[in-house]
């Protein structure tokens, strides 16, 4: 087993690297540069080259960039908040964009469950219809339609909630980023749970747990959805990833300080270390809860280690 | 790149004034505080002011945004600040002495704290000049310095040739600072509240190293206000008044509270609530807005046009196809039924309300004087249309047009689309969205046909339009040259002409007439921007270049 | 079905025996009323299976119909009246819904509710401005185009780009996932890390370089789609791949000397067809969805040309303000998400017969 966990920590560290070379690559390819196009000189655009060592060979640039991630410098913004650290500006923003996806990660999952579950236990009825539909409309209009419809009924007609996101009040007005935020892990989860409960359900085991005449709640929850959860949990991490990481329309919509706008803004600007930076962290933390799914699964599943082992 | 030598005796103040945007309702009373009597009672209240993009920078010499500078300007004072109508009246700065031959500005200083207790002195103007043409500072508007301001040696230490403190800047004492230029630079009080020139603390400055300007704590204010809530890239923050500001009894608001915003619905909904007390609209949502007294469009400054590629597609080397293209336009189409912001239609190269000449008359104001070459003239433009064929030997013709990919030029291009395909017969033009970035790389290595961009105004000359046609100059991406259109600039910058301003003007106006003759460009409309300003808020000032908004004056009744 | 086979079986025993029939020889017993077949042990066709079981699903069918009814008005609705998708007339610009006939029932008159920061009011800017025979069923949007024809124009632009898409990513995504699974070890190491790199680096990113370096346009948003997509299929078939090669029939072919690509796509293909199509199914929507978002972001389909998801994002800016602008594109949008969905849930559970006894 621990020769398994370190044979994969190593292989994602590997694979880390190699992102962290493609992302540099990709850079390569944007058009256009950082700073104001139109109204500078070549001398002046060759001195804000050299200021950030962008004149030299993008590999020792990739591997001048590696050493200082490693110090934990992610270099500095060049365009939308210039000469700013970026590990300060992930400082700040990131615990934002965790705090509202985490919230909208709890919401999605909690409802989506409670959907599947129904649309499972009421198979081809009218319920389960009800279900889906439900769940298929919170994925069926964009989600900026969405959190703007959100903001204009709750936040400006009925006045409940705020309209943007603000620090003062962050939980409060978290509602409504979250909430819209949520609709798509509702909806994965609702389907989900539905497929794995009918799955499990139909299975021998169940008939078996049926016929010694243990019922109700303790039969759903002690039997069925226990071994319906892993598979949902895997479905799961992904999304949460996603979430965490900052959602650009949510954020643009309600004024979020987030990571997700940051990201999409850099791209735009060809601020080239936000863009690399902020890629990482999402990939960083992509790999790292696949990993920690993928060993967890090890830990339940000893097949799927003896498969993986061999593989 | 050439040199824009912009040297000139103009005898006329230049007047940057509120552009003259269509709709809206009548301009209400703007300024109520400004006459300066010591109003004790300060109202308690914050003002809530919209913001479409964070700030980029709370750096002067490294700004470049508009949004930045406004709130720079908004805690910090320069040598002159912006009067209402644009015009540059004393703020640190005290008085000051030009000399005769304009090359030499003296000012002097008047008795102005740093937030920290400090005394601003003309060391921190040193300081803070020496820093925006520093190549280690690499500021992205030093230009502003060498190209426009023109001062003594900022040209060759920006190329790396002399040190930075070979700047032509000294500070004779605490109290005075001595500005040498290499000619006369006709608006150069007027560059003093721009924020690239602004003071910065070296003794501050050095004690925050790089956290300069990313937190209340590194940022030091001269001015009206004092940031106390900020972070780099903050989608909310705060300044509250500055009790110490050498003018403070003429600041009636208690702070101001920024609140970046970048859908213009959720902008115009939290204007509604109250929760705004300014705020910028987009042209669907004047509908809504309509015959409402707070409603207000409000001049942006930059003119939009056309850039036909002349020098690489041969469809563009024929003047008939650009006439015909330029004739086949409808600008009033444009501004009224798609844009709907108020911005106006243009039919000359130097767009209205900011060039002021020496009679007082705006070089723009007549819009007519180009409309044999520039108007909507359908039956001319098929005339012109198909003898351009003619000379290709075509009766088709495909064209690109590039885009940025952003609300209104994506709009403005579907219009032109449209109106050009149904009025010439036999053109297909196609769109190609792209990020501005992309869009501007593209022009600038000539990879483009034609290209929909924009040009905002430096300073308050024509020049700043005029000169971009020059043969060789960076921004004339179509390759236009013209050796007597050359002839006609030089001579205004630093030929005979530009000592004498009538004549100067007169040929700035043949300058003028050979761009719109020979179909350089296509103008389209001066930007305006749709406002809601609400009817309990008097004295915002709005200008078209250098600072978007000044607060100094503004009033918030309950 | 079992008298036919009788009645063969019956032929063939007579051609043995050199006996020449006669008609009055058998006669069948008309048992019909006394037999009982017993349906669930039937043997039927697998595929004949999964028609009765899907048609069994209300819901499925329904997702079929509106599938087939939005197919055919995308096709059909852009030629129902005179308008084109790019005709701009800019004088008639942004005028509410107004039908012939249902005028005068007080709906789709083109009067609208315009919430102006002064109040309320109702407008209608065909009597306003004089437009007494002019009707747009949808209204018309802010450059003067017919909504109706964009609409349909959308969903057919949106149709072709996501059912492509979906077919490339389900192609592509397959055989890499097949590949990689059948042949496992290295060849399966290598293929799973690339993928990895691959999705973990974000789609933004990707995408939109994608689009700055290509010319924009239909292809290019297909291949951004399938780019984003073809991850989650090859995961599915080589889940697939990795539970049936151990298989007999797969170690049988072997033996007899097949290929590896004849295996992967002659032998196991055809065993997975069900999950791959259900798949496909779910992957339209999603890249229905993906193109909506990415017209948000600006990546969209060039302008005059339109989408759903263009439509969508251009009808976002007037939502406040004319929201009829936006509301038919999201009901089709939302119509199609809807059907595509349950038709796939009535697919994968008439495919999967574990489910067929709940």
């Given at each position: 087993?621990k020769?398994?966990?370190?044979?994969?920590?190593?292989?994602a560290?590997f694979t880390?690297?190699?992102?962290?070379?493609?992302?540099f690559?990709?850079m390569?390819l944007?058009?256009g540069?950082?700073?104001?196009?139109e109204?500078l000189?070549?001398d002046?655009?060759?001195?804000?080259?050299a200021?950030?060592?962008?004149?030299?060979p993008v590999f020792?640039?990739f591997?001048r960039y590696v050493?200082?991630?490693?110090r934990?410098?992610f270099g500095?913004?060049?365009?939308?908040s210039?000469?700013?650290?970026?590990s300060?500006?992930?400082?700040?923003?990131?615990?934002?964009?965790?705090a509202i996806g985490?919230?909208?990660?709890?919401?999605?999952a909690?409802i989506?469950?409670i959907?599947g579950l129904i649309?499972a236990?009421?198979?081809?009825t009218?319920?389960d219809?009800?279900?889906t539909?439900?769940?298929?409309?919170?994925?069926?209009v964009?989600?900026?339609?969405?959190?703007?419809a959100?903001?204009?009924q709750f936040?400006?007609?009925?006045q409940?909630?705020?309209m943007?996101?603000n620090s003062?009040?962050?939980?409060?007005?978290?509602?409504l980023?979250?909430?819209?935020l949520s609709m798509?892990?509702?909806?994965s989860?609702?389907?989900?749970t539905?497929?794995?409960?009918?799955?499990?359900?139909?299975?021998?085991y169940?008939?078996?747990?049926e016929?010694?005449?243990?019922?109700g709640?303790s039969?759903i929850f002690?039997h069925a959805?226990?071994?319906?959860?892993?598979?949902?949990?895997t479905v799961l991490a992904?999304l949460?990833?996603?979430?965490?990481?900052?959602?650009?329309?949510?954020?643009?919509i309600?004024?979020?300080?987030?990571?997700?706008s940051l990201?999409?803004?850099a791209?735009?600007s060809?601020?080239?270390?936000?863009v690399i930076?902020l890629?990482?962290?999402?990939s960083?933390?992509?790999?790292a809860?696949?990993l920690?799914?993928d060993?967890?699964y090890?830990?339940?599943d000893?097949?799927?280690?003896?498969?993986k082992?061999n593989g | 790149?050439?040199k824009?030598?912009?040297?000139?005796?103009?005898?006329?103040?230049?007047?940057?004034?509120?552009a003259g945007?269509?709709?809206?309702?009548?301009a209400p009373?703007?300024s109520?505080?400004?006459?300066?009597?010591?109003t004790?009672?300060?109202?308690?209240?914050d003002?809530?002011?919209?913001l479409?993009?964070?700030?980029?920078s709370?750096d002067p010499?490294?700004?470049?945004?508009?949004?930045?500078?406004?709130?720079?300007?908004d805690?910090t004072d320069?040598l002159?600040?912006?009067a209402e109508d644009?015009?540059p009246v004393?703020?640190?700065?005290e008085?000051?002495?030009?000399?005769?031959?304009?090359?030499?500005y003296?000012?002097?200083?008047?008795?102005?704290?740093?937030?920290?207790g400090?005394?601003?002195?003309?060391?921190d103007f040193v300081?803070?000049?020496?820093r925006?043409?520093?190549?280690?500072v690499?500021?992205?508007?030093?230009?502003?310095?060498?190209?426009?301001?023109?001062i003594?040696?900022a040209?060759?230490?920006?190329?790396?040739?002399?040190d930075?403190s070979?700047?032509?800047?000294t500070a004779?004492d605490?109290?005075?600072?001595k500005v040498e230029?290499?000619?006369?630079?006709?608006?150069?009080?007027s560059?003093?509240?721009?924020p690239?020139?602004?003071?910065?603390?070296?003794?501050?400055?050095?004690?925050?190293g790089?956290?300069f300007?990313?937190?209340?704590?590194?940022?030091?204010s001269?001015?009206a206000?004092?940031?106390?809530?900020y972070q780099?890239?903050?989608?909310?923050?705060?300044?509250t008044?500055?009790?110490?500001?050498?003018?403070a009894?003429?600041?009636?608001?208690?702070?101001?509270?920024?609140?970046?915003?970048?859908d213009?619905?959720?902008?115009l909904?939290?204007?509604?609530?109250?929760a705004l007390?300014?705020?910028?609209i987009n042209?669907?949502?004047?509908d809504?807005v309509?015959?409402?007294?707070?409603f207000r469009a409000?001049g942006?400054?930059?003119?939009?046009y056309v850039?036909p590629?002349?020098?690489?597609?041969?469809?563009f080397?024929n003047?008939?196809?650009?006439?015909?293209?330029?004739m086949a336009?409808?600008r009033?189409?444009?501004t009224?039924d798609?844009?709907k912001d108020?911005s106006?239609p243009t039919?000359?190269a130097?767009?209205m309300?900011?060039?002021?000449g020496?009679?007082?008359?705006?070089?723009?104001a007549?819009?007519?004087?180009?409309?044999?070459?520039c108007?909507?003239?359908a039956?001319?433009?098929?005339?012109f249309?198909n003898?351009?064929?003619?000379e290709?030997?075509?009766?088709?013709?495909?064209?690109?047009m590039i885009?940025?990919?952003d609300d209104?030029?994506?709009?403005?291009a579907?219009?032109?689309k449209?109106?050009?395909?149904t009025t010439?017969?036999g053109?297909?033009?196609?769109?190609?969205?792209?990020?501005?970035k992309q869009r501007?790389k593209d022009?600038?290595?000539?990879n483009y046909?034609?290209?929909?961009t924009?040009w905002?105004?430096?300073y308050a000359?024509p020049?700043t339009?005029l000169?971009?046609?020059?043969?060789?100059?960076n921004?004339?991406?179509?390759l236009?040259t013209?050796a007597?259109?050359?002839?006609?600039?030089?001579?205004?910058?630093?030929?005979?002409?530009?000592?004498?301003a009538e004549?100067?003007?007169t040929?700035?106006?043949?300058?003028?007439?050979i761009?719109?003759?020979?179909a350089?460009?296509f103008?389209?409309?001066?930007?305006?921007?749709?406002?809601?300003i609400?009817?309990?808020?008097?004295?915002?000032?709005f200008h078209?270049v250098a600072?978007?908004?000044?607060?100094?004056n503004a009033?918030?009744?309950? | 079905?079992?008298?036919?086979?009788?009645?063969t079986a019956a032929a063939l025993a007579?051609?043995?025996n050199n006996y020449?029939p006669?008609?009055t020889?058998?006669?069948?017993?008309?048992?019909a009323?006394e037999?009982e077949?017993?349906?669930?042990?039937?043997s039927q066709s697998?595929w004949?299976?999964v028609?009765?079981?899907?048609?069994?699903?209300?819901?499925?069918v329904?997702?079929i119909?509106?599938?087939l009814?939005?197919t055919?008005?995308?096709?059909l609705?852009p030629n129902?009246?005179?308008y084109?998708?790019?005709?701009?007339?800019?004088e008639q610009?942004?005028?509410a819904?107004r039908?012939q006939g249902?005028?005068?029932?007080g709906?789709?008159?083109?009067?609208?509710?315009?919430?102006?920061?002064?109040?309320?009011?109702v407008?209608?800017?065909y009597?306003?401005k004089?437009?007494d025979?002019v009707?747009?069923?949808?209204g018309?949007?802010?450059?003067?185009?017919?909504?109706?024809?964009r609409?349909w124009?959308?969903?057919?632009?949106s149709?072709i780009?996501?059912?492509?898409?979906?077919?490339?990513?389900m192609i592509?995504g397959?055989?890499y996932g097949l590949?990689?699974?059948?042949?496992?070890?290295?060849?399966?190491?290598?293929m799973?890390?690339?993928?990895?790199v691959?999705?973990?680096?974000p789609r933004?990113v990707?995408v939109?370089?994608?689009l700055l370096?290509?010319?924009?346009?239909?292809?290019?948003i297909?291949?951004a789609?399938?780019?984003t997509?073809?991850?989650?299929?090859?995961?599915?078939?080589?889940?697939e791949m990795?539970k049936l090669?151990e298989q007999?029939f797969v170690?049988?072919?072997?033996?007899l000397g097949?290929g590896?690509?004849?295996?992967?796509?002659?032998?196991?293909l055809p065993?997975i067809?069900?999950?791959i199509?259900t798949q496909v199914m779910?992957?339209i929507?999603?890249a229905i969805?993906?193109?909506?978002?990415?017209?948000?972001?600006?990546l969209?389909i060039p302008v005059?040309?339109?989408?759903l998801?263009s439509?969508?994002s251009?009808?976002?800016?007037?939502f406040?303000?004319?929201p009829?602008q936006?509301?038919?594109?999201?009901?089709v949008?939302?119509l199609?998400m809807?059907?595509f969905?349950?038709?796939?849930d009535?697919l994968?559970?008439?495919?999967?017969?574990k489910?067929?006894e709940?």
């Amino acid at each position: 087993m621990k020769k398994y966990v370190a044979k994969r920590v190593i292989t994602a560290i590997f694979t880390l690297l190699v992102i962290l070379l493609v992302l540099f690559i990709l850079m390569q390819l944007m058009p256009g540069s950082p700073f104001n196009d139109e109204k500078l000189n070549a001398d002046q655009k060759a001195a804000l080259y050299a200021k950030y060592g962008l004149d030299q060979p993008v590999f020792i640039q990739f591997f001048r960039y590696v050493g200082n991630m490693l110090r934990g410098d992610f270099g500095v913004s060049y365009n939308i908040s210039k000469n700013t650290p970026i590990s300060q500006l992930i400082a700040t923003r990131l615990p934002v964009s965790i705090a509202i996806g985490g919230f909208a990660v709890a919401i999605g999952a909690v409802i989506g469950l409670i959907l599947g579950l129904i649309a499972a236990f009421r198979h081809d009825t009218i319920l389960d219809t009800i279900c889906t539909i439900i769940s298929v409309i919170g994925v069926s209009v964009p989600s900026y339609v969405f959190a703007l419809a959100l903001s204009y009924q709750f936040g400006y007609v009925w006045q409940v909630f705020p309209m943007l996101y603000n620090s003062a009040e962050a939980l409060n007005s978290s509602v409504l980023p979250s909430v819209s935020l949520s609709m798509f892990t509702m909806a994965s989860i609702a389907r989900f749970t539905r497929t794995e409960m009918l799955e499990v359900l139909g299975s021998e085991y169940m008939l078996l747990a049926e016929s010694k005449g243990i019922s109700g709640a303790s039969l759903i929850f002690r039997h069925a959805l226990r071994n319906a959860l892993i598979p949902i949990i895997t479905v799961l991490a992904p999304l949460i990833v996603d979430l965490m990481t900052g959602s650009l329309v949510v954020e643009k919509i309600f004024a979020i300080p987030g990571v997700g706008s940051l990201l999409v803004n850099a791209i735009q600007s060809n601020d080239y270390n936000v863009v690399i930076s902020l890629s990482f962290i999402y990939s960083a933390l992509y790999i790292a809860i696949m990993l920690v799914v993928d060993i967890l699964y090890g830990i339940i599943d000893p097949r799927i280690r003896l498969a993986k082992d061999n593989g | 790149m050439k040199k824009k030598i912009l040297a000139v005796a103009l005898a006329a103040a230049m007047v940057v004034g509120m552009a003259g945007c269509g709709g809206g309702s009548s301009a209400p009373e703007t300024s109520t505080g400004a006459e300066g009597e010591a109003t004790a009672e300060v109202s308690g209240s914050d003002l809530n002011v919209m913001l479409e993009t964070p700030v980029q920078s709370l750096d002067p010499q490294q700004a470049t945004d508009g949004t930045s500078f406004e709130v720079i300007a908004d805690y910090t004072d320069g040598l002159m600040q912006m009067a209402e109508d644009g015009a540059p009246v004393e703020a640190i700065a005290e008085s000051y002495e030009v000399s005769e031959d304009g090359l030499t500005y003296t000012f002097h200083l008047r008795d102005a704290k740093w937030s920290n207790g400090t005394p601003v002195t003309a060391a921190d103007f040193v300081f803070a000049w020496q820093r925006a043409v520093d190549p280690a500072v690499a500021s992205e508007y030093s230009y502003m310095m060498s190209d426009i301001g023109q001062i003594k040696n900022a040209e060759a230490i920006i190329a790396g040739e002399k040190d930075k403190s070979e700047l032509g800047v000294t500070a004779v004492d605490d109290k005075t600072l001595k500005v040498e230029l290499n000619v006369p630079v006709s608006y150069f009080l007027s560059l003093m509240y721009f924020p690239t020139f602004y003071p910065v603390n070296e003794e501050f400055f050095n004690s925050v190293g790089d956290s300069f300007g990313t937190s209340p704590d590194t940022v030091l204010s001269n001015g009206a206000f004092v940031m106390d809530d900020y972070q780099p890239a903050a989608t909310a923050f705060h300044l509250t008044k500055n009790a110490d500001y050498w003018d403070a009894d003429r600041v009636q608001l208690a702070g101001l509270n920024y609140q970046v915003i970048q859908d213009s619905q959720q902008a115009l909904m939290n204007y509604q609530t109250g929760a705004l007390d300014t705020t910028l609209i987009n042209g669907d949502q004047v509908d809504q807005v309509e015959g409402d007294e707070a409603f207000r469009a409000i001049g942006a400054g930059y003119l939009w046009y056309v850039s036909p590629n002349i020098a690489k597609v041969k469809e563009f080397d024929n003047l008939n196809i650009r006439m015909a293209m330029t004739m086949a336009i409808n600008r009033d189409a444009i501004t009224q039924d798609v844009l709907k912001d108020g911005s106006a239609p243009t039919y000359t190269a130097v767009p209205m309300d900011f060039a002021t000449g020496p009679d007082g008359s705006d070089f723009s104001a007549d819009q007519t004087k180009f409309s044999d070459v520039c108007a909507f003239d359908a039956d001319k433009a098929v005339e012109f249309w198909n003898a351009g064929l003619k000379e290709l030997g075509t009766d088709k013709l495909e064209i690109e047009m590039i885009v940025d990919d952003d609300d209104a030029p994506k709009k403005v291009a579907q219009v032109l689309k449209e109106q050009w395909e149904t009025t010439l017969p036999g053109l297909t033009v196609n769109l190609k969205t792209e990020p501005k970035k992309q869009r501007v790389k593209d022009m600038e290595d000539g990879n483009y046909q034609l290209g929909l961009t924009r040009w905002g105004p430096d300073y308050a000359d024509p020049m700043t339009y005029l000169g971009m046609w020059v043969t060789d100059n960076n921004n004339n991406y179509g390759l236009w040259t013209n050796a007597d259109y050359d002839k006609i600039i030089a001579d205004c910058t630093t030929g005979e002409l530009a000592l004498d301003a009538e004549k100067r003007w007169t040929s700035l106006y043949d300058a003028e007439q050979i761009v719109m003759n020979e179909a350089v460009i296509f103008p389209l409309y001066t930007q305006c921007n749709a406002e809601m300003i609400s009817p309990k808020v008097t004295g915002i000032e709005f200008h078209p270049v250098a600072l978007n908004r000044v607060f100094k004056n503004a009033v918030k009744s309950e | 079905m079992f008298h036919k086979k009788e009645n063969t079986a019956a032929a063939l025993a007579v051609t043995k025996n050199n006996y020449v029939p006669v008609d009055t020889d058998f006669v069948f017993k008309d048992n019909a009323g006394e037999i009982e077949i017993d349906t669930n042990f039937a043997s039927q066709s697998f595929w004949k299976e999964v028609v009765i079981r899907f048609v069994h699903k209300k819901s499925a069918v329904f997702g079929i119909v509106m599938i087939l009814f939005i197919t055919f008005m995308a096709i059909l609705g852009p030629n129902m009246n005179s308008y084109s998708y790019s005709g701009q007339i800019l004088e008639q610009k942004s005028l509410a819904p107004r039908v012939q006939g249902l005028e005068n029932m007080g709906i789709f008159n083109g009067d609208e509710k315009m919430h102006t920061s002064t109040g309320i009011k109702v407008v209608n800017n065909y009597k306003e401005k004089g437009f007494d025979d002019v009707y747009y069923w949808f209204g018309s949007d802010n450059f003067g185009r017919d909504i109706w024809t964009r609409t349909w124009h959308g969903a057919r632009v949106s149709l072709i780009i996501a059912v492509v898409a979906a077919i490339i990513d389900m192609i592509i995504g397959m055989s890499y996932g097949l590949i990689s699974g059948y042949f496992g070890g290295k060849v399966d190491m290598l293929m799973q890390r690339f993928l990895e790199v691959a999705n973990s680096i974000p789609r933004l990113v990707i995408v939109t370089l994608l689009l700055l370096v290509l010319k924009p346009g239909m292809v290019t948003i297909i291949i951004a789609l399938m780019l984003t997509e073809w991850v989650g299929m090859s995961r599915i078939a080589r889940a697939e791949m990795l539970k049936l090669k151990e298989q007999e029939f797969v170690l049988a072919s072997r033996t007899l000397g097949a290929g590896s690509f004849f295996i992967i796509f002659k032998e196991v293909l055809p065993n997975i067809i069900g999950p791959i199509i259900t798949q496909v199914m779910f992957s339209i929507p999603t890249a229905i969805f993906t193109e909506a978002f990415l017209s948000f972001v600006g990546l969209g389909i060039p302008v005059p040309e339109c989408s759903l998801g263009s439509l969508i994002s251009d009808g976002f800016n007037s939502f406040t303000t004319h929201p009829y602008q936006i509301v038919s594109p999201i009901i089709v949008m939302a119509l199609l998400m809807l059907s595509f969905n349950l038709v796939a849930d009535g697919l994968r559970e008439a495919l999967d017969p574990k489910m067929k006894e709940m």
